[in-house]
């Protein structure tokens, strides 16, 4: 999300006459936009060009940098960005500017929940404070007397809190497959493909969609030559990899027809790139392994305390701090059966451990769901949001055998981890889970069809690209499957983007 600023160009006033920057009526920096709107000589003698509250710490920090959306056309004056819920807004002071010295600026106020109906001139040493929970009407009257313009002026307050996770019950979906008595589900994103792999102990169906958010899922059944390992399930870019009964590692373009590797793994940790990696258990030791082997690559033990199962998926991210991309796992069990709370990275090349655990709250953790997803930090100073990357841990088995309902986050890249508060957390009615498979899809928003976004008035730009959060399926206390798709999103993510 782009962080915006407001920005007012006061040109002379033979040049406004011309024409104003967009952003006088909507929320657009003018090197986005290259649309102007015209005024009449009339209409410039009484045009607001800021309007902004007083700083008031005992109402809200920062207070001042709250920005207002001017729209001269329709005569409104808001803040696109609400403010947080429980603000009070009934004693704010105001600074207005208008682009012309005007006779008279007064605020009408009624159906206030403090303040008296009554009018109150507006002048810069101005003292009186405005209740804002009813109709603010503020009438601006030019200096000769001949032009009057009226704003309606709203300071607008989120219902619910922004920076909250959430995951209506609503769009809750059965999962692909759920149906079919499986014993055995997996999610993969394979390509530009989302396919659910279920097996019922004879027989498998693949499930195939182009977005997680799809109604209709395409079934077809997959004759295996094998007993499939399915919680092994992986996928890169061109091609599916699954461990059967035995270990041996088997492949697919397709997903329909399997061959063998020729290689036999203990487990699969994840796909980089075109490789996936394992473990490969031998006589002595544990040992590194992938397929295809990368030029140059030599098997090595694996290090002390590293997870050789049932560590969460392996995310692949950028990473601001290596030139390589950054795949990431969770927990686990070392080979001598311990379960782990550490993070490990590998760079494409080579392990190693990511966490610092004197100044982590990550449990030890087997079977997780790892993804990258967002959280929303404040601007020092300002009352604005920047969106930043975050990783998500979910679900999964603690290590005395029961299941975590708790969320944990690192905004640090994996070297430290808090534990979610209750504005993220997963939601009361969805199951404790092991084992499920998040994905982030974006998706196409609008301001007039979204719920959860402030009402605001028509912009240049009226839909956004919105994350959303798909939690597949997962196993319950018993290892029975789970026959849920759940959908969630950071609410804040649903409003319109203002900055």
């Known amino acids: 999300m782009t962080n915006r600023h407001p920005l007012y160009i006061l040109l002379a006033l033979t040049m406004v006459i011309l024409s104003l920057p967009a952003l006088l009526s909507c929320n657009k920096d003018s090197d ?112 000769d007397g001949s032009q009057v313009k009226t704003y309606d002026v709203k300071v607008l307050v989120h219902k619910e809190n922004p920076d909250t996770l959430i995951w209506p019950k609503s769009w809750r979906r059965d999962l692909p497959g759920y149906r079919y008595t499986a014993t055995g589900i997996k999610a993969v994103k394979h390509g530009d493909l989302y396919r659910v792999m279920n097996y019922n102990g004879i027989e498998s169906f693949l499930f195939t969609a182009t977005s997680p958010n799809q109604v209709t899922w395409d079934k077809q059944r997959v004759n295996l030559p094998f007993i499939p390992q399915i919680p092994s399930l992986v996928a890169t870019d061109d091609a599916l990899y699954m461990l059967d009964a035995d270990g041996m590692l088997y492949t697919s373009l397709d997903g329909f027809e399997w061959t063998s590797c020729g290689v036999t793994w203990y487990s699969i940790l994840g796909a980089y790139e075109d490789r996936v990696l394992g473990i490969v258990k031998g006589t002595d030791a544990y ?36 030139v390589s991309q950054q795949a990431m796992i969770v927990g686990g069990q070392d080979s001598q059966g311990n379960v782990l709370s550490d993070v490990w990275g590998f760079d494409g090349i080579h392990w190693g451990k990511i966490n610092n655990i004197h100044s982590s709250s990550l449990p030890a953790l087997t079977d997780a769901t790892l993804f990258s997803y967002y959280t929303y930090k404040a601007l020092s100073g300002v009352r604005r949001y920047a969106r930043q990357e975050t990783w998500y841990v979910m679900g999964g088995k603690l290590a005395d055998g029961t299941l975590n309902s708790n969320i944990y986050l690192s905004n640090t ?78 609410n804040r993510m649903t409003h319109y983007p203002v900055y």
Request: with cysteine; aromatic share 12%; hydrophobic share 35%.
């Open 32 to 143: 986005d936009d290259d649309s102007t709107y015209t005024y009449s000589t009339s209409q410039l003698t009484t045009l607001v060009t800021g309007f902004a509250l007083q700083a008031d710490s005992k109402v809200l920090d920062n207070l001042d940098s709250v920005h207002f959306t001017i729209d001269y056309n329709k005569g409104l004056i808001y803040n696109a960005d609400s403010l947080p819920k429980g603000t009070d807004i009934t004693a704010l002071k105001v600074v207005v500017e208008f682009l012309n010295t005007v006779k008279s600026a007064e605020f009408t106020i009624t159906g206030a929940t403090e303040q008296s109906d009554t009018t109150i001139s507006y002048t810069t040493s101005m003292t009186k404070s405005l209740d804002f929970t009813g109709n603010t009407i503020l009438t601006v009257t030019s200096s």
């Open 413 to 490: 890249q994996g070297i430290t981890w808090t534990k979610g508060d209750s504005t993220i957390t997963q939601a009361s009615f969805m199951p404790k889970f092991y084992g499920a498979q998040a994905f982030v899809n974006f998706e196409t928003l609008t301001a007039a069809g979204t719920a959860g976004a402030p009402r605001r008035v028509a912009t240049a730009v009226t839909s956004w690209e919105c994350p959303f959060i798909y939690l597949f399926g997962g196993y319950n206390d018993q290892g029975v499957p789970l026959p849920y798709l759940w959908r969630g999103v950071y």
């Open 287 to 322: 040992y590194h392994d992938e397929y295809p082997h990368s030029e140059g690559f030599t098997s090595s033990a694996v290090e002390e305390g590293f997870p050789v199962c049932h560590s969460s998926g392996m995310i692949v991210t950028d990473n601001t701090w290596t």
